[in-house]
């Protein structure tokens, strides 16, 4: 069965450094998402990214934060500068159309110190 | 603002013991409810996408129920096995966003 993974399973960093968080979504869809889940709380929404531009976004997702598609298969997540906030699980999501149903990748937990 | 609200926070039930969970919203034009399943460290499980009032789908113990303001995640006769974490979920914004709400913490008890 088809699955969104991710990869690195674990990022520890130090504040202030870059770190890259990698997907590969399902490969016949064609919405991608980027959500993150700070500890005990819920799961919010980054970004979604559709026909290789960044179709919605929130507030969270600031300058700090980049996505690309810089090949058929894989979806990135870039934070710039991190901050000891930043730290939470980072999860990667698919759909094959708008309004269906994302598929999460396992995630990758941030750790910053 | 748009808004998904679940009830309760966590729920303890001994394994055979049926029970339902609760996700209302507040969402202007509704494009979908979506019920995932969250084990602890790991990413959510797509169950369920429910479209308009009165839709109703199943699997395995759970059904899931749409009204016009709430849904319902009906468990029948739980195992140790169903314990997680239940996310509601609806498409928001410009719709391309989900919010979801805090989820049930579901604990099965043998």
């Known amino acids: 069965e088809p699955e969104v993974t991710q990869t690195p399973s674990h990022q520890v960093t130090q504040m202030g450094q870059e770190v890259i968080l990698r997907c590969v979504p399902i490969s016949n869809h064609l919405y991608f998402y980027w959500y993150r889940q700070i500890l005990g709380q819920k799961v919010e929404f980054l970004v979604s990214?559709?026909?290789?531009?960044?179709?919605?976004k929130s507030e969270i997702f600031d300058d700090q934060f980049s996505v690309e598609r810089p090949d058929g298969s894989n979806f990135t997540l870039k934070i710039r500068s991190t901050k000891l906030e930043d730290s939470a699980m980072y999860f990667c999501?698919?759909?094959?159309?708008?309004?269906?149903?994302?598929?999460f990748g396992p995630g990758t937990r941030l750790t910053v110190l | 603002e748009d808004q998904v609200t679940q009830s309760p926070e966590a729920l303890r039930l001994q394994e055979g013991e049926s029970s339902s969970l609760n996700c209302s919203y507040t969402v202007s034009g509704l494009r979908g409810l979506f019920w995932y399943r969250q084990d602890p460290g790991k990413g959510p499980e797509f169950l369920f996408t429910?479209?308009?009032a009165g839709e109703e789908k199943e699997k395995e113990r759970l059904k899931a129920t749409l009204t016009k303001k709430e849904s319902f995640l009906h468990i029948t006769a739980p195992k140790p096995e169903d314990s997680a974490t239940y996310l509601c979920?609806?498409?928001?914004?410009?719709?391309?966003?989900?919010?979801f709400g805090i989820g049930t913490k579901l604990q099965v008890i043998p």
């Open positions: 999501a698919s759909s094959e159309a708008l309004w269906e149903e994302q598929f």
């Open positions: 990214f559709y026909n290789n531009e960044i179709s919605e």
């Open positions: 429910l479209y308009s």
């Open positions: 979920a609806v498409p928001s914004g410009g719709y391309q966003k989900v919010t």
